[in-house]
């Protein structure tokens, strides 16, 4: 056991090690202030941070009803948001298209009566990113709130307090701890999104080119610069699992 524990060690860590042993040091820094990669990461933080905004929004609520068994077809439902952590990116963004896009019935309403057009453009991307990521947040908050249980919702009811006041000053400092995990994995996941991002949004210069695809752009014309962008990423990625060790079960 312990030899094939050993074995998925170095199985996970030599990738880790190869990318930075093939790092350019010397010139990193001047590689990754290159005009293209800043702006590939200006987009990517507006991307991420907005799609985590979105996601938060939106998947709370849905988190607390599907911990409060307060939908029908629950179990349904439940599946539907898992639906994106299996779904391989590319199916993902392929599916926006369709849904969204401008010949869609939903995409060709928006185009038509409010001039708006989601595929190729920052707000495409961010949607994109929320996508993938909403189930992050929705399942991470969902957990908290079912081992939380109903009782100090239930105690806040009998002193008349309604469901948001409730929800934000007594339901939400209890799960703090999963709530903010909820949210950087979310960011986490939209920093690094690519395949759908690619399909639906596209790799359009200081509009969708995030820094995952600007990696992919350099790969072809210079490695050294998408390795350097590489590193960045997983120093991000370290980062965030260091900063989360005491929130999630990371031992």
């Known amino acids: 056991m312990l030899g094939a524990a050993a074995f998925a060690t170095a199985l ?33 933080l507006v991307v991420s941070v907005s799609a985590t905004a979105v996601a938060t929004v939106i998947g709370l609520p849905l988190a607390w009803a599907l911990a409060r068994d307060a939908l029908p077809g629950a179990r349904l439902i439940r599946s539907a948001v898992l639906v994106p952590m299996v779904l391989p990116p590319v199916v993902a963004g392929t599916a926006l298209l369709y849904a969204l896009g401008r010949k869609s019935p939903i995409g060709s309403r928006l185009d038509h009566w409010f001039g708006i057009t989601l595929p190729f453009t920052t707000t ?41 006041t409730t929800l934000w000053l007594v339901t939400l400092p209890a799960i703090r701890s999963a709530f903010i995990a909820g949210i950087t994995l979310t960011w986490a996941r939209a920093l690094g999104e690519f395949g759908a991002t690619l399909t639906f949004a596209g790799s359009v210069g200081g509009r969708t080119r995030t820094l995952p695809l600007q990696t992919f752009v350099a790969l072809e014309s210079d490695p050294e610069t998408a390795i350097a962008i590489s590193v960045l990423l997983l120093a991000i990625s370290i980062a965030m699992l260091v900063a989360l060790r005491n929130r999630i079960t990371l031992r």
């Open 12 to 44: 996970l860590a030599a990738p880790l090690v190869g990318l930075l042993q093939r790092a350019p040091w010397t010139s990193i820094v001047r590689r990754l202030s290159d005009p293209a990669v800043l702006d590939a990461l200006r987009v990517s």
């Open 124 to 164: 495409g991307a961010t949607i994109a990113a929320a996508f993938v990521a909403l189930p992050f947040f929705i399942t991470t908050v969902e957990a908290a709130l079912r081992q939380l249980g109903t009782n100090l919702d239930e105690a806040a009811a009998t002193c008349r307090s309604g469901p948001l």
